[in-house]
């Protein structure tokens, strides 16, 4: 998303930068063998020379995609020039190149100044070390560029609520734009020629307008499918989060007509991870918009359907089927059906709140919301790893975040990498041992009033507050046919009790009271919260989909 509007634009840059001559004329000779033609390749002798250069792309406006720099230079490090250089360029993507002795300074580069990937030289042959680095990143980087002039334009008030959804659906489901705050001269513009028309706007690349739609109506207009092509599938997925994903991937694999049911946008709950970063084979971590578009795209490779956005509202058996009903009144006929459908923030209760979700009040949504709050002073509510890791991104834009905490430490919930990231970020603080009694504003959030376990109330000032409080399950949809916990979370496998289960044979290890149904992920009851897991159970109720299919 950006904030300004965006004219015709000169090709991105990748720049290269080493102090050896010969090592930067064949870096940038093959990057401009791969490259060339989409990007301006061109190559910095030193850290301040590459400074000046960056600074000179963003006083033009444009865009720098890619960093591949040398770690050891004289007067400035490769590490203090990306330091630099994404203080300039948020959005670009790098790639730092070692001596196999410097292993450890790229390791604190990816701590540090959020490195995407580092290289050990020699880099030859680039078709097997070098372009395999940088095909990937530039594929991330053009997914998540805002468009050229045209493309999907959003118009409204900042602190609109209806806006934020929409700038969040949109974002969420991956989908570039532009957004014009309707008090800009270009959104002012689109404005009065859709006189009449409620804000926000959606203006499509073709020139429609639609005025405060809804998700499903934005969704239709962007070509997404909303309705499955057929009734029948060999599997249903009810949600696209990590484990639904997983899932979807290998039946689709494996040659089983799937399809996937999600209600807002794929990724689930993960996709508001700003960094992912103890997921196995991402040692720098991944975005969880970048693992959910990846996943999706696996997904479709295998000929799986999705719709969304799309909500299931009910499931009940029709032997040999389990009938799923969508919520524009669709009936789906699936033999069996895997239940992703994930969790959701809980509701901060405190004054004030209601009224300004949306305004300055945010659950989740730090990715969304982090570049408008630059220079700002924000509120993180929360402390597991979801609240840490919206601070440490959050960090990179406001002047000040702090993280507001019921218990005595951080280190109760949250994991240990996160902890250190944040006692090291000097724009972070923490409030520990309180939480929010009030927040108030005028038509957006101003001021939130926090109070201490002795009674002590504090106010402070603040322009977001993001709130990650724990979350309650998605399982109302289901009914009482299929066994949850006291909290809501589904029974599986060797919890049901024998007279919640009508078969001769055992339950599968995922199966639900309703043969034939599985639960993974966050839904299931005793699943362990961690994207891995979420992964492995979606890949392994497969397996168990399988066996139902052949035995029942």
Known sequence: MSTDPVSDRRPPTILS????????????????????????VTGAASGPDAVAMIEHLRRRGDDLALIVA????????????????KQMQPRLR????????DTDAAIAAINDVGLDHYITKPWDPPAERLYPVTDELLEAWEAARPPTEGGVRVVGDRWSAASHELRDFLARNLVPFRWLDVDSSEGASLARASAGSRLPLVVLDGGQVLADPDRSRVAAALGTTTRPEVDVYDL????????????????????????VVEAEAPGGQAVLSSRIENYLGFPSGI???????RALAQARRFGV????????????????YRLLELDDGTDVHASTVIVASGVQYRRLEADGVEELTGAGVYYGAASTEAAAMQDERVLVVGGAN???QAATHLARFAAEVEIVVRGRSLRERMSTYLVDRIDAEPSIRVRTGSHVTRVSGNGRLERVELADASGGRDQVDAAGMFVFIGARPRTGWLGEQVVTDDRGFVVTGRDLTPDRWALDRDPFLLETSVPGVFAVGD??????????????????????????LRDG
Do not use: C, W
């Open 17 to 40: 930068v080493d102090d050896d001559p010969a090592v930067l004329d064949a870096v940038v000779a093959d990057l401009r063998a791969r490259y060339g033609e989409r990007y301006r």
């Open 70 to 85: 040398d770690q050891r230079m004289p007067g400035m490090s490769g590490t203090e020039l990306l330091v630099q250089a």
């Open 94 to 101: 790098s790639v730092l190149l070692t001596a196999y002795a």
């Open 236 to 259: 249903v997925v009810v949600g696209a989060g990590p484990s639904g994903l997983a899932a979807a991937v290998y039946a689709g694999s494996e040659g089983l007509r799937s399809l």
């Open 287 to 293: 975005a969880g918009s970048e693992l959910a578009r």
């Open 305 to 320: 359907a999705l719709v969304s956005p799309r909500r299931a509202v009910r499931l009940r058996r029709a032997d040999p």
């Open 386 to 388: 979801s609240a840490g």
């Open 523 to 548: 839904v299931r009851a005793a699943s362990i919260k961690r994207v891995a897991s979420a992964v492995g159970e979606g890949s392994v109720a497969v397996k168990f989909v399988h066996e139902f």
